[in-house]
């Protein structure tokens, strides 16, 4: 009437999701990604883009999370808004400015920071 289905030996297979195992499958765990920045990782830096252009010689200067200030050369038009936070990778410069209130950089990346 039925046929005898024989069991199947299954080769174990590990992944960080997944854990398949003679004959079961189980989920050993299974984690939401959620895409985060490492400032470490990425080598980011998280900052906000601060007008200064009232004190003379300024214009646009970016403060650090860390409360350091710099002075970037190369900030495009678009990202030259007054407390738009932002992630950016740097070089340092050093150039003189009349502004003097911080580390001369040129910026090499640059993206808004949405939380």
Do not use: H, W
């Not at 003679?22 to 007008?51: A, C, M, W």
């Not at 992630?87 to 939380?115: L, N």
């Amino acid at each position: 009437m039925g046929q005898k289905i024989e069991p199947v030996n299954l080769v174990t297979v590990k992944s960080e999701n997944l854990s398949v195992d003679s004959n079961k499958v189980n989920l050993i765990k299974l984690e939401k990604y959620s895409p985060t920045i490492s400032k470490k990782k990425l080598k980011y830096t998280f900052g906000r883009v601060i007008n200064k252009s009232k004190t003379s010689g300024c214009s646009f200067v970016i403060l650090t999370n860390d409360s350091l200030v710099f002075e970037p050369f190369n900030l495009e038009d678009k990202f030259k808004i007054d407390s738009l936070e932002i992630i950016f990778k740097y070089r340092k410069s050093r150039a003189m400015t009349t502004c003097m209130m911080g580390q001369t950089i040129i910026i090499s990346e640059i993206k808004p920071f949405k939380q």
